[in-house]
């Protein structure tokens, strides 16, 4: 960062520190390109945009998901419609998208959720049938692999964010991955406010999402600790798995046999008819100094979403469920065993009293 900061990569596209870390985390996730932007949600919006989707049309989206993922849609004139979770991993359920799929239909954007893939093969399938473009958003699956192959590696285009939180981060900022090069061509078009030439003369309406040199400087460094923190988290969830594995009222984080899950959250679900009210045990564990999150709310609920003009309401029981069950417990790749014991024991107290 220092060298970029010397060079002064502070602002704009040029210099090295940003094709360096484009080549860099695109050759991780075995893909050709890397578009570095400043966002996950730009990435996401730049993605929808480059392949062209606008008013009128329809992309499937995961419901259960962060808002951004719902945004990039429809801040690009087309409109979402949410797909219900499954209850292994609570990605979407393929088993559900081929009856949503409409002449107006034009992607698939599935979200690899806390970490662990959508069995992407099985999507991709689907994809091809119907002549829909698939747009993975890689969020929180750095490194995750699906048969042994990378998120972000399966659909047309890949969206990562890069914001504090994930796995690997430049403080904001995201990519966009593809093998595609007339998609790469179009996507850095218009990550630079669509500059051609001569300079000042725009035939597209493009966007000002470069990322700066100083932060590609610090994702490069970070990409190449990037498997040493996937083992952190795996460690982190391999605790959390031990010690909470006879909580029985508990539904833990699952790893199918094709996945490599990288736990970018540790996620858990009070199972219904438990008993155990999953309020009451976020508000024992905030009182034992053990913060939490709860999932997010899914799409189909969300009043912004149901706004859309075209929108159509799409039943999701499942999500609507995990929005009033899930939560996550503290997941940093620097947690010590002592004090991963320490929020477990405060778990089990914390439902004793739920």
């Given amino acids: 960062m220092v060298s970029a900061f010397r060079r002064g990569e502070i602002s704009g596209s040029f210099g090295n520190s940003i094709p360096e870390f484009e080549r860099a985390f695109s050759s991780y996730c ?3 390109h890397g578009v570095a ?11 929808v945009a480059a392949a062209g989707i606008g008013p009128g049309q329809e992309v499937l989206i995961s419901s259960l998901t962060n808002i951004a993922t719902a945004l990039a849609v429809i801040h690009n004139g087309a409109v979402p419609v949410p797909v219900d979770s499954e209850n292994q991993t609570w990605n979407l359920d393929l088993d559900q998208i081929e009856a949503l799929i409409t002449p107006r239909t034009r992607a698939i954007l599935p979200v690899h ?3 662990h893939p959508v069995e992407m093969d099985r999507l991709c399938s689907i994809a091809e049938r119907h002549g829909l473009m698939v747009i993975e958003d890689c969020a929180e699956s750095h490194g995750a692999t699906c048969r042994g192959r990378m998120t972000g590696g399966f659909g047309q285009m890949g969206c990562f964010s890069f914001y504090a939180n994930k796995v690997i981060t430049t403080g904001e900022g ?9 998609l790469a061509k179009r996507l850095r078009l218009l990550r630079n406010l669509a500059f051609t030439e001569p300079r000042f003369f725009h035939e597209a309406a493009g966007y000002n999402f470069r990322m700066t040199g100083l932060q590609a400087a610090i994702g490069t460094v970070q990409t190449h600790k990037i498997e040493a923190v996937i083992h952190e988290k795996r460690r982190v969830a391999a605790a959390y798995n031990e010690l909470l594995a006879e909580v029985e009222w508990l539904q833990r984080p699952t790893e199918l046999e094709w996945a490599r899950n990288v736990y970018w959250m540790y996620a858990v679900n009070v199972r219904p008819g438990s008993g155990v009210r999953r309020d009451k045990v976020i508000q024992g564990l905030r009182v034992a100094g053990v913060d939490t999150r709860t999932f997010f ?6 009043p912004c979403v149901k706004r859309v003009p075209g929108y159509r309401q799409v039943e999701c029981p499942v999500a609507d469920e995990l929005w009033s069950t899930g939560f996550y ?11 991963i ?4 024991k405060s ?3 914390a439902a004793e009293g739920a």
């Fill in 174 to 182: 995201g990519m966009v991955v593809t093998d595609d090069d007339e």
């Fill in 113 to 115: 959720l806390y970490g």
């Fill in 297 to 302: 709310c899914p799409m189909n609920q969300q």
């Fill in 329 to 339: 417990l503290p997941s940093s790749p620097n947690l010590t065993r002592p004090t």
């Fill in 341 to 344: 014991e320490t929020i477990a």
């Fill in 37 to 47: 932007v400043t966002s996950g949600t730009t990435a996401l919006h730049l993605a």
């Fill in 30 to 32: 075995g893909v050709k």
């Fill in 347 to 349: 778990l089990v107290r």
